[in-house]
């Protein structure tokens, strides 16, 4: 009975490239819609938890977005991948058991049979985000090209085979992020209504 989903109104499945500000741009939805109404859920949530548990480190430092995380990236990627391929929905199912809000926002999608696995379950509500931005711009954030990461399926399985929902530009040359997100949090605002019918 744990994976019991409750039915959400709508999933917004975010993607993008590390430090392109998915985690940024989920938290300011949340905020401006509150948590009553939205949660975030993180595929790396339980995929990390498990993953720290079994070499002993620090949970939080491994969730949070300084270097810690970087250090144990490459072989975080290769243990979750083990898992994905004996079964490609076992972080989606666990990132989402339990949710209780009509408005998911999925942060961090990063490969197509993540995107699949929403589609699948939730084939009516869920829409695809894409957060861009420079290399520029990322770099500034702290981002270092590194092999075995920056150009393996964690980071570019969505680049190409997948024609987003929508597409936010997180720049400070670009309209503000509050312009940007308008469509979506009017959308998710009457999701949120319908819910309370
Ligand atoms: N629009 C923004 N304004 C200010 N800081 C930002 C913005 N977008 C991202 N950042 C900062 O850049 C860093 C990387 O963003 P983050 O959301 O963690 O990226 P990702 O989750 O895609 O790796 C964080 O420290 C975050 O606070
Ligand atoms: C092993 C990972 O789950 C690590 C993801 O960590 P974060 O989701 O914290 O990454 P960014 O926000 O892009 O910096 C990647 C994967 O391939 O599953």
């Known amino acids: 009975m744990g994976d019991q989903l409750s039915e959400p109104r709508l999933v917004l499945v975010f993607s993008g490239k590390r430090k392109s500000g998915k985690d940024y741009v989920t938290h300011l939805i949340q ?5 009553d109404v939205c949660c975030i859920l993180r595929l790396s ?3 990390k938890q498990q ?10 430092q491994l969730l949070g977005p300084g270097p810690y995380k970087e250090q144990y990236r490459a072989d975080m990627i290769c243990w979750g991948e083990t898992r994905r391929c004996q079964d490609p929905g076992f972080f989606c199912r666990l990132a989402t058991r339990g949710a209780s809000q009509p408005i ?9 049979s993540d ?12 829409l695809s985000v894409r957060v861009q931005c420079t290399e520029k711009t990322r770099e500034q954030r702290g981002w270092r090209f590194t092999a075995g990461v920056d150009d393996a399926e964690s980071e570019c399985g969505l680049d190409s085979s997948v024609e987003f929902d929508w597409i936010i530009t997180n720049e400070a ?17 009457e999701a949120a209504r319908s819910a309370d019918l």
């Open 31 to 35: 905020e401006r819609l509150g948590p």
């Open 45 to 47: 949530g339980p995929l």
């Open 51 to 60: 993953y720290a548990q079994e070499h002993n480190l620090n949970l939080d």
């Open 104 to 112: 998911w926002v999925v942060s961090d999608a990063r490969r197509l």
């Open 115 to 126: 995107l699949q696995w929403f589609w699948s379950k939730f084939p009516q509500q869920t």
């Open 173 to 189: 040359d670009a309209p503000s992020l509050d312009e940007q997100l308008q469509p979506i949090l009017t959308l998710a605002k």
